[in-house]
């Protein structure tokens, strides 16, 4: 995971009065940039022929485990599914958590205008969640015997708010005394 979050304040007429100054000074960009791995996944097996009362089994894996074999989307296909088996009367061979989703960035950004009167200020504020619009990719489905196995089917999980979720935009006003 990085994440960076960076503030540049516009350096246009500071010191200036005149009306074109009052247009374009005292302006702030701000935002966060993030890049994630995508998210951990266990494929579980078939434990009946173990006769396993408890615990879980995970599933064979029959070569080379490539991510990407698809391009991260809905329906695709984000791991060969025919590399994959049930493992039998044996345990399987895969770890927890041994593979991995889409890898996923996004950048939230804002521009703010601060007016001064006196000793108090007016903020005018246009803020913007996943302001590239960038889908977030789920991890594929992983129930070996579901038509869809190692498809991506949705979007990654998030609340509201969340920077998972399409591009927000929210205008807002601030006055500070």
Known sequence: MLQVGFVYELP???????????????WQINGIASWLSGRPFTIGGDNGLLQQQGGSQTINLNGTAQAGFGEAGPDEAWYDPSIFSQPGNAWGNTGRNQF?????????????????????RLELRV????????????????GFTDPN???IRSYAG????????PRRVQLGVRFVF
């Open 149 to 151: 196995f190692m498809r």
């Open 100 to 120: 991995r989703g889409p890898l996923t960035w996004n950048l939230d950004a804002s521009l703010f205008r601060t007016i001064p009167f006196g000793h108090y």
């Open 127 to 142: 803020e913007s969640q996943n302001i590239m619009n960038h889908p977030q990719w789920a991890n594929p489905v992983t």
């Open 12 to 26: 246009f007429a500071r010191d200036s009065s005149s009306w074109a100054a009052m247009l374009v000074k005292n």
């Open 158 to 165: 998030g609340g509201q708010g969340s920077w998972r979720e």
